[in-house]
T-cell receptor, first 113, second 113 residues
Framework: ETGVTQSPTHLIKTRGQQVTLRCSSQSGHNTVSWYQQALGQGPQFIFQYYREEENGRGNFPPRFSGLQFPNYSSELNVNALELDDSALYLC????????????FGSGTQLSVL | DQQVKQNSPSLSVQEGRISILNCDYTNSMFDYFLWYKKYPAEGPTFLISISSIKDKNEDGRFTVFLNKSAKHLSLHIVPSQPGDSAVYFCAASVPNAGNMLTFGGGTRLMVKP
């Protein structure tokens, strides 16, 4: 059974650029969610995808968008990068349902200069 | 507005003793609570959870206590081991919110040999 994998592990971008982060879900999981973890803080929910549709979103602007593919892998896209977007981006997969455990990947560390 | 707070950024405990990590929340709609552990360069891993219909849940060395009237939960680790040294996050979810979690800011636990 493969776990959640994310790519790339590290990324450096400049302000105003666009970035795409990728995530492969754990085998058997059909739901993927993305979290942003700023330095010294806890993860903050960005959005969740189920059956290739967004079915929940946190307090993030529309320039944060995502996709889920038929194989349940996912992308997080961020447009018009800002300095405050510098953070660890975590992907988590789970089965759909109430109180299912989230399994996290190791994250992508994004630095915006 | 931080709905889940961990007021102790760090905790140091001697090996073999009890570690008590605390978490407070403000949203009375939360009905499910979890603890995650995070090692450097890894994603958070699920540790233990508790539903709001219970006040205690135990799993080996780990016990979570929930005091709904005080909107407080705690994680007890007995006995503490050096391998328990990590950042611990408490998290909570509301009903019918899928697996969207609200995390606290984390507590760094250091267990000294």
């Amino acid at each position: 059974e493969t776990g959640v994998t994310q790519s790339p592990t590290h990324l450096i971008k400049t302000r105003g650029q666009q970035v795409t982060l990728r995530c492969s879900s754990q085998s058997g999981h059909n739901t993927v969610s993305w979290y942003q973890q700023a330095l010294g803080q806890g993860p903050q929910f960005i959005f969740q995808y189920y059956r290739e549709e967004e079915n929940g979103r946190g307090n993030f602007p529309p320039r944060f968008s995502g996709l889920q593919f038929p194989n349940y892998s996912s992308e997080l896209n961020v447009n018009a990068l800002e300095l405050d977007d510098s953070a660890l981006y975590l992907c988590a997969s789970s089965r759909q349902g109430k109180q299912e455990k989230l399994f996290f990947g190791s994250g992508t560390q994004l630095s915006v200069l | 507005d931080q709905q889940v707070k961990q007021n102790s950024p760090s905790l140091s405990v001697q090996e073999g003793r009890i570690s008590i990590l605390n978490c407070d929340y403000t949203n009375s709609m939360f009905d499910y609570f979890l603890w995650y552990k995070k090692y450097p360069a890894e994603g958070p891993t699920f540790l233990i959870s508790i539903s709001s219909i219970k006040d205690k849940n135990e799993d080996g060395r780990f016990t979570v206590f929930l005091n709904k009237s005080a909107k407080h939960l705690s994680l007890h680790i007995v006995p503490s081991q050096p391998g328990d040294s990590a950042v611990y996050f408490c998290a909570a979810s509301v009903p019918n919110a899928g697996n969207m979690l609200t995390f606290g800011g984390g507590t760094r636990l250091m267990v000294k040999p």
